[in-house]
Structures are given as structure tokens and as C-alpha cells.
């Protein structure tokens, strides 16, 4: 039975501080299992900043290279701020045994809090492989644009890293399901907890959903945790067998 060993980190971020982020995280994620799948949360070295001129990290800065060095023998997700060729973009890596495994600009900037005046969207979505698991990630606002996500149906695992807002959780908690449950996959959402620099308060609930709506993982309200979860694929299969909606796609 093919099974994928899940970390997810929910934590509260120092505003604007990489170095400060990256340690207190270091500890935590050296407790994950060799060969299982790591996921941070949005721009998880410095928060959900609108001031990447100061504070965006280039592809040699700290905070990937710390990915790097805490990704042997286990791949680590999340996004960051990077700035390249003169723009910047909210950008998700993937980094397994110090290499790159894929990398994904975000492509629905949140125009509501100016995140588009700043940072440049992307254009291509696309999946990585790991573990024998067919992966597709996205970044917080996208989870609202089921259109573009619907791109990747068939994959078997869907990853939203966030910093949603405690104001708007009914609607993470629903499209999170919603995502899975028209997918048939599983959906995995990590969101950060705490204030950040602009007083936006962040409740968390972080959570993992299966094929058929169901949680593997209950949300987590307002508190620091390193979550562990194993995926089994064969259920998943059986499922979509059983329920084979995914093939009467048409767009």
C-alpha cells in the first residue's frame, strides 16, 4: 500500500525577520522523518510582506539555501519572496537533497491587499513528483480560482500554503473541502497563526482533507504545531473508481 509521510508546520511568523524565522522552524522540522514531505506556510521566512524591495531574498539568499541544507533525505515545501531579474514573486519551492525540484510563481496576487502593486503574477501552473505521489501546489488566494486548479485534476495530492486571514476562515475551511472533494484528491492547506506586521490576525486552522471531503486532519486553531500525517493512495484509487467523475471533465 503506497503511503506518503506528511509534516506541516503551523506556526506564527516574525514579521519580517528570515533569520529569526528560519531557526526557530529549524528545530522543529529536524524532528520529520527521512522521506517524508515537509510544507511551511506562505512566505514563511518573513510573512506576508508588501515590502519585498527590503526584504525579498534572492535564489542564493538565506532562506533557500537553508532549505537546502534541511532537505536531505526529505523534501521541503513553501513559498517566499524573491526577487529575480528586477521583479519580485511570491514564489513556491520545492527543495529535496539540496537541489531544486520545482519551483511555482503565484498566479492570483491578492489585489485586496495590494499584493499585485508589488509582486509580479506567474503564468504556468504545473505538478512534481515525490514519493510516487503526483503533487500540485498552489498559494493562498489561488484556492479561490477553482478554474485554474481544475488544471491539475487527476493529481493525487493538492497543497495550499497561506497567510489566511482570521476573518475569512469559513471560506478557507469550505474551499479547502470544496477543492477536494471536486478533485478527488487529497488537499492539504497550511496556514500561519498570530499577528503579523500590518495587525491581520491568522487562526491557523490548518488541515488535511481526503478524496471524499472527509478530515484526515481536523483544522488546528490558534496555536503553534508540527503535524504528522501518513496519506494511503489505494483508497484514493478505489474511490475514484467507484466515483468516476473525474472523466466526465470537459473543460
Same mark, same amino acid.
Given at each position: ?36 514531505? /515537509? ?26 539555501? +537553508?532549505?537546502?541544507?534541511? *532537505? ?22 520545492? /527543495? ?14 491578492? *489585489? ?7 509582486? @509580479? ?5 504545473? @505538478?512534481?513528483?515525490?514519493?510516487? +505521489? ?29 497567510? +489566511? ?6 471560506? +478557507? ?13 487529497? /488537499?492539504?492547506?497550511?496556514?500561519? /497563526? ?17 478524496? *471524499? ?39
Amino acid at each position: 500500500m503506497q503511503t506518503l509521510d506528511i509534516y506541516f508546520l503551523q506556526t506564527n511568523l516574525i514579521w519580517e525577520s528570515s533569520n529569526a524565522n528560519l531557526n526557530r522552524m529549524n528545530w522543529l522540522i529536524q524532528q520529520a522523518h527521512e522521506g517524508s514531505l /515537509v510544507v511551511l506556510p506562505e512566505m514563511f521566512a518573513t510573512g506576508f510582506t508588501m515590502n519585498p524591495k527590503e526584504h525579498a531574498q534572492t535564489m542564493d539568499g538565506e532562506a533557500l539555501d +537553508w532549505m537546502k541544507l534541511a *532537505s536531505v533525505n526529505k523534501m521541503i515545501c513553501g513559498s517566499l519572496a524573491i526577487a529575480e531579474n528586477g521583479q519580485f514573486y511570491n514564489r513556491f519551492l520545492a /527543495v529535496l537533497n539540496g537541489e531544486i525540484v520545482f519551483q511555482y510563481n503565484k498566479k492570483h496576487l491578492f *489585489s485586496y491587499g495590494n499584493e499585485n502593486e508589488h509582486y @509580479t503574477a506567474g503564468n504556468d501552473w504545473g @505538478t512534481f513528483e515525490y514519493q510516487g +505521489w503526483q503533487i500540485a501546489p498552489f498559494i493562498c488566494y489561488d484556492l479561490r480560482f477553482p478554474e485554474w486548479i481544475r488544471n491539475s485534476a487527476g493529481v493525487d495530492l493538492m497543497l495550499f500554503v497561506a497567510n +489566511w486571514p482570521a476573518a475569512r476562515m469559513k471560506a +478557507w475551511n469550505t474551499l479547502l473541502a470544496a477543492r477536494a472533494i471536486e478533485n478527488q484528491c487529497y /488537499v492539504l492547506g497550511v496556514n500561519r /497563526v498570530g499577528d503579523d506586521g500590518n495587525g491581520i490576525k491568522h487562526a491557523g486552522h490548518s488541515q488535511l482533507v481526503d478524496f *471524499s471531503g472527509e478530515h484526515r486532519v481536523d483544522p488546528i486553531e490558534n496555536r503553534e504545531q508540527l503535524v504528522h500525517a501518513v496519506i494511503e493512495k489505494f483508497p484514493m484509487t478505489q474511490f475514484r473508481e467507484r466515483f468516476p467523475f473525474l472523466k466526465d471533465k470537459t473543460i
